[in-house]
């Protein structure tokens, strides 16, 4: 098993593994709750769509563990799930079944173009420097998450947004787990991040600001309500809006996977020679639970950028991923004992690794303009556009740009040039 996974080639141990597996899939378990709560409001069944984003987790993870060695969850995307529900189903009127059904024929694109090698050829052919924006951009836009949980930063009618109310049960929890992660972090823990949690959502519970649960054990909701409705409803999608539908899940999926393993290998330092390693295998086994997840009913898989919380307490190889997929897999049997985990319970630890993402700034050439510019840009938009696909739509259109009028446009790959074009078009008919 440690040869398999590489263990001493990375410097690691079971128990480092262990405890950056666990650490992320509490990040990220939240998704278990809120994806359910947003897709039924499609019309979707809560109880089906629970079960489907617990199992499309564990296929997922598992695959890009054993796969790719990747130390990466991937789990629903919670942008897209929006995208679905909200964009999609209410405000096209697109029913449930069409759009899962958009899904799916998303997810096998995904695939096709996977096994073609045609994601892994794009993501290596990004400029290293825009490598690193992008690593540090996702860092900001996960703060800012982090912030938003925490009810630290608030919704500003005046200023879009402004600092929220710190004396706030809520917030000042979250501000304990922060400066007590901060503690054990600055104190050399090992796993300071994941004890903090524990101990933050115990002094919750003792507080009275996080509910003990009613029960521990409940029943796995059957996936009869969701199961397979894409295969009936093939014929459904052949018209301009649901095409421009099944675009827009596969650019927006496309790129916030592509961002999140650049971020993720630039942290774990597993990126070699501007190239990130095994990179087919685990875009292969995003896409290969983008397919699983909408037959058994849910929206569009990706791979998840809290992964980075796991990474940030020492987890470095696909055992961290096995790891999640078993966190899951338990998950099913214990859905009650999940709800203590509130967004101000993970918020301190998103705040942290936004902060560590973010030092990755200090490897971009800042004396080379043509390049600032671009990171710039890049870094900026994720956060404040709340999408990390729009901040590398921008710095692909920005960069060619730049290179043209510096006089360097042979140094540009053509396939820059080519998704520079794309997402100006996208923008436009977006």
């Not at 480092?16 to 069944?45: C, H, K, R, W």
């Not at 987790?57 to 995307?77: C, D, E, K, Q, T």
């Not at 996960?142 to 949980?149: D, H, Q, R, S, W």
Request: glycine letters at 10%; charged letters at 10%.
């Amino acid at each position: 098993m440690k040869n398999f996974f590489k263990f001493e080639q990375r410097n690691t141990s079971y128990r480092t593994e262990t405890v950056a597996g666990i650490t992320t899939f509490l990040s990220i378990a939240y998704i278990l709750v809120v994806n359910p709560m947003i897709l039924s409001q499609a019309g979707m069944d809560k109880g089906a769509v629970f079960t489907a984003t617990a199992l499309s987790a564990i296929i997922g993870s598992l695959l890009i563990g054993l796969l790719a060695n990747f130390p990466v969850g991937i789990a629903p995307s919670m942008g897209l799930n929006s995208f679905f529900t909200f964009s999609v189903c209410i405000g096209m009127g697109v029913k449930w079944e069409i759009a899962l059904t958009g899904v799916f024929i998303a997810g096998i694109l995904f695939m096709i173009l996977s096994l073609l090698k045609i994601r892994e050829k794009i993501i290596n052919v990004i400029p290293q420097d825009l490598k690193y924006a992008i690593a540090s951009g996702i860092g900001f836009f996960v703060a800012f998450i982090g912030l938003k949980n925490a009810g630290i930063v608030i919704q500003s009618d005046a200023t879009f947004v402004t600092i929220g109310n710190l004396t706030s049960p809520g917030t000042l929890l979250a501000l304990f787990g922060f400066v007590l992660a901060v503690i054990l972090m600055v104190r050399g823990v090992s796993g300071g991040i994941f004890y903090s949690m524990v101990i933050t959502t115990i002094v919750g519970i003792l507080f009275g600001q996080i509910a003990r649960p009613e029960s521990i054990i409940g029943e796995i909701p059957s996936l009869a309500p969701t199961f397979g409705v894409v295969f009936t409803h093939i014929g459904d999608i052949f018209s301009l809006e649901i095409l421009a539908v099944i675009f827009t899940f596969l650019f927006v999926a496309f790129f916030d996977t592509a961002g999140a393993l650049i971020a993720i290998a630039s942290q774990a330092g597993l990126m070699k020679n501007n190239e990130i390693p095994n990179s087919g295998r685990a875009l292969l086994a995003d896409a290969t639970a983008a397919v699983a997840g909408s037959v058994m009913g849910t929206s569009t898989t990706a791979c998840v950028v809290e992964s980075s919380a796991g990474i940030s307490v020492g987890g470095r190889t696909g055992f961290t991923s096995v790891i999640i997929a078993g966190c899951f897999a338990i998950a099913l049997f214990f859905a009650p004992l999940l709800s203590i985990v509130t967004p101000e319970v993970t918020a301190p630890a998103l705040i942290i690794v936004g902060a560590l993402m973010a030092s990755e700034m200090r490897k971009i050439n800042w004396s080379n303009l043509t390049v600032v510019l671009s990171a710039f840009i890049t870094i900026i938009m994720m956060p404040l556009t709340y999408s990390i696909a729009t901040g590398i739509a921008m710095a692909f259109i920005l960069y060619p740009i730049s290179m043209v009028s510096s006089g360097k446009w042979k140094e540009v790959h053509p396939i820059i040039y080519i998704l520079g074009v794309m997402f100006i078009g996208y923008f436009i008919f977006l």
